[in-house]
């Protein structure tokens, strides 16, 4: 009901399987005892009856990209 309501994709029933492949790489770097960085670049190729999928064929791409960052400060509590 939602997707005819919408106008852009019709109603899809997917089966089961395999919905991707991709790959991930990250570097992780500690600055000192307390303070570290990540960052990471990933791929991910839809495949299967997700890539048939009236979304990814209308709205998307079977290509998906994703990138990221994080820092993290370490604290400790004393006598734990």
Not at 10 to 34: E, F, Q, R
Not at 41 to 52: F, I, K
């Amino acid at each position: 009901p939602e997707a005819a309501a919408n106008g852009l994709v019709t109603a899809y029933a997917p089966g089961g399987g395999v919905t991707s492949v991709g790959a991930l790489a990250s570097v992780n770097t500690a600055w000192s005892p307390n303070w570290s960085t990540s960052v990471y670049a990933g791929y991910r190729r839809v495949a299967g009856d997700a890539a048939s999928s009236p979304i990814t064929r209308t709205l998307g791409s079977p290509n998906q990209y994703s990138i990221g960052a994080s820092a993290t400060y370490t604290f400790s509590f004393p006598g734990f």
